[in-house]
Each structure stands twice: as C-alpha cells, then as structure tokens.
C-alpha cells in the first residue's frame, strides 16, 4: 500500500460532481449543479489571443485585467488597489488558497447553515471545525479564526442578507481578528431589488479576502475568478497561488478582459439577468403546480437555486434515488450542512439549467415522488 497524506481521510467526493455527468445527458433534467443555462453560452465572442500570451505570465493575472477588475470593485464600494487584486482559476481556487492560508487540523471557521457545499468540502479536508453561524456574526460565543459568507444570493438558499447583518458582520471581524471571507460569484444575476453592498465594503481594518468569480455571468468553462485581499493576507496568498498553479491561463484571461471591456456588455448582462428572471418566475409558478402543500420555499431575489424545504420525515437521499431513476437529479440538502444530524429535510433546486417544458416536468416526477413519500400527505 502506498503511503498517503492523512488528510485523505477527510476528502470526499463532491455529490454534485459526481452527478455532473450524468446531467448532462439529453434524456436527464438535472436540477443539481449551478450550470448556466447553455444558450447564454452561445453568444460569447472570444477573440484570438495575441501570440504572446501563449507564453508563461504573471502569478497575479495580467495587468489590464487586474486594473479592470479594481475599477469594478471601486464601483461596487469595495476600494482596493489592482496589486491586490489576483486572478483565480476560478473562485474555487479563492476557497482553497484561503483555507491552507488560515486552516489548520481544528481551526474554528464560522459558516452559514446551509453554506456552499463545495467550501465546506475544502475546509473539512484541512481539518477546520466548522461553526454554523447567523446572518451578522457568531453571536456572544468566542470568534472564528475564519469566517466564510456569501451575503448576496446565497448558493443554496439565494438569500440575500441585510446592511446592517453586514455591517454586523464586518464589524466583529475587524474587532475580534477573525477574517471575513466574502464569497460573491452571483451579485449580478439580481432580479428584484436587494440590498448587495459587500459586508468586506463595510471593514474598517481588519483582514478581508473578497471573490468574484465570471463562471455564473460568462462561462463557467473558462475556470476564471478573482480576489481582492487586504495588505496583510495578499503576499501569502500569492505565494499559495504560485505554488498552486504558477498563473491562471492568459487565453482565459483574455477573453475575461474582452468581456469587460465590451461596450455590448451591459445590454449583455441585461438580456441574460431577464431570462433567468422569467426562468426563476416559471420556476416558481411550476412549484407551486407541483409541489404545493408537499414543501415549502421562498423564491430567491436572485443567484441559481431555490431552497426546498420538505415535510418532516422525508428522506432526501431516498427521494433522490426514486428520482434519478426517473432521470431527475437534484442536491439533498445536507450537503450544505457543518452539521446534518437531525436536520429538517431539505433539497437544493437549481432552476437556469434546465428550459421551462424540462423544469415541469421534472418538477412534476418530484411531486409524484414527494407525494407518496410525504407522511403527512398521506394522512391527508
Ligand atoms: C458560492 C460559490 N462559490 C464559489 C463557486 C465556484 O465557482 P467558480 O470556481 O466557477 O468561480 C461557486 C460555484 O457554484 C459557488 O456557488
């Protein structure tokens, strides 16, 4: 037997990941991952990169992209000059450059519950001891060496928290030296109005890592996002990087810089905010169809995913097993979850993926499935 990292034995597997695949077939009407939906994909232009870029780069992204991402941050309240901004490949690569920055075997880090399940993935596999926190802090217990948040368009439950939980929130980070870990990869798909100030807009000292991703609003294919760190946490985290992958890709870089610079940009995100708003209303409107007096839900001011919640005693694993032979796939809830155990029953639904005729559909095979599973239905 090869001798292996002891880490291993808190990796585990991505179950979205893992169903990847198979939603992607024709034949399957996958409600499971955060995919944007493959017909805004068709109009990205991507222009030939210069030949020079097909050459080694910098660690931190290329200058013109770094210098356009600050002025993107400025506008959004967020002040942070472009040598500290860098491009991930990815903001999932923000999450882990993060964690080995900050976690160590028991590091307290304070999540939302539910939180994005692929960071809890990231955490747990450093070892962190994962606190479940509200909107605005950790209450009067003792600070997080680390708190993650996604305050706007939450990945599951695309709740947006208020201004003064992020203030809140920035406030104890800065005076209890936790540091705020802002994750903010859906700010722009907004679809009634909401309040979005990044809560790390709101620090007055203090350590921040703030991340924006392009995968939700261009291409998720292209593995681009990036962070903005305050001065004291950007030199390590640059180092990680450079460890991690030497530089994100320059082609992909380009093509994000081609993005941004686009006169045809606004009317762009415009059009594709409109879509997943009508998308997200007859999403809405088929739950209610088909799952009405089964479950229970807020419909989300904006971001992927509605969050499900369902009757008491309801086995969400099972119910996606029934439903997968179906062909409908879907994210059980406790993935989402630091801590699972007794748990009420919940299910993630992404809602840009699959077209309005799929989505009714698949939500009427989870009707079906939810009806005869449901104690109380029965009773009914
Ligand atoms: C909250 C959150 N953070 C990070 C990511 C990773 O995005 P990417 O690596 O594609 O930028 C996702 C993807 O769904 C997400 O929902």
């Known amino acids: 037997m090869p001798r292996l990292s002891a880490r291993l034995k808190d990796l585990h597997g991505s179950p979205v990941r893992a169903m990847l695949e198979a939603s992607l077939r024709p034949e399957v009407i996958s409600f499971a991952g955060g995919l944007p939906a493959p017909e805004t994909l068709e109009d990205i232009e991507l222009p030939p990169p210069p030949r020079a870029l097909l050459q080694y780069g910098p660690t931190e992204g290329e200058p013109a992209l770094r210098a356009r991402i600050a ?21 999932q690569q923000g999450i882990d450059l993060v964690a080995k920055l900050c976690v160590d075997a028991g590091t307290p880090v304070g999540v939302e519950s539910p939180a994005y399940l692929a960071a809890l993935q990231v955490f747990r596999f450093f070892g962190a001891e994962l606190r479940p926190m509200a909107p605005g802090g950790w209450g009067p217990g003792p600070a997080p060496a680390l708190a993650y948040v996604t305050p706007t368009f939450q990945n599951p439950t695309g709740r947006c928290w208020s201004l003064e939980a992020r203030e809140a929130l920035a406030r104890a980070c800065a005076a209890q030296d936790a540091v705020l870990f802002e994750d903010d990869p859906y700010r722009e798909l907004v679809y009634d109005p909401s309040e979005r100030r990044p809560a790390a807009s709101f620090m007055r000292g203090g350590s921040r890592v703030y991340q924006g991703s392009f995968s939700k609003v261009l291409a998720p294919g292209l593995r681009l996002g990036f962070l903005a760190a305050s001065e004291d946490l950007y030199t390590p985290l640059y180092r990680l990087k450079q460890a991690a992958d030497l530089h994100t890709s320059r082609v992909g870089q380009w093509a994000a810089l081609h993005y941004l610079n686009d006169p045809g940009r606004p009317e762009r995100l415009r059009r594709l905010v409109q879509h997943y708003r009508v998308r997200r209303d007859r999403f809405a409107e088929a739950l209610e169809r088909r799952l009405r007096g089964l479950a229970q839900w807020d419909v989300p ?18 119910l996606l097993a029934q ?6 796939l879907f ?50």
């Open 331 to 380: 994210t059980p809830g406790r993935h989402f979850l630091a801590d699972p155990a007794g748990a009420p029953p919940a299910i993630r639904l992404n809602f840009s993926n699959a077209g309005e005729a799929e989505a009714e559909r698949g939500l009427g095979i989870l009707g079906e499935l939810l009806a005869a599973a449901t104690p109380a239905a029965h009773a009914a």
């Open 323 to 328: 439903a997968a032979e179906r062909q409908v």
């Open 301 to 318: 001011p904006g971001g992927l995913f509605f969050w499900v919640r369902l009757g008491a005693g309801v086995d969400a694993d099972a």
């Open 71 to 91: 002025e993107e941050l400025a506008a959004i309240g967020l002040d942070c000059p472009a040598e500290r901004v860098m491009v991930l490949s990815g903001s």
